[in-house]
């Protein structure tokens, strides 16, 4: 049983370290987008466009 439990938890800093690295290169490729607010609908010029495909 503790063996398997220190495996998991081996997957499991793997699995952080990658997410870590992911977000590290999304950012450094400005892909990801920080402070986006939920916009006043009264301040839009047209109605906003659907991300819906």
């Known amino acids: 049983m503790s063996e398997t439990l220190a495996r998991l938890k081996s997957v499991e800093r793997s699995i952080k370290e990658l997410l870590e690295e992911l977000k590290e290169e999304l950012i450094a490729k400005n892909l990801i987008v920080y402070d986006m607010?939920?916009?006043d609908p009264?301040?839009?010029i047209d109605e906003p466009r659907s991300i819906e495909t």
């Open 37 to 39: 607010y939920k916009m």
């Open 42 to 44: 009264r301040l839009w």
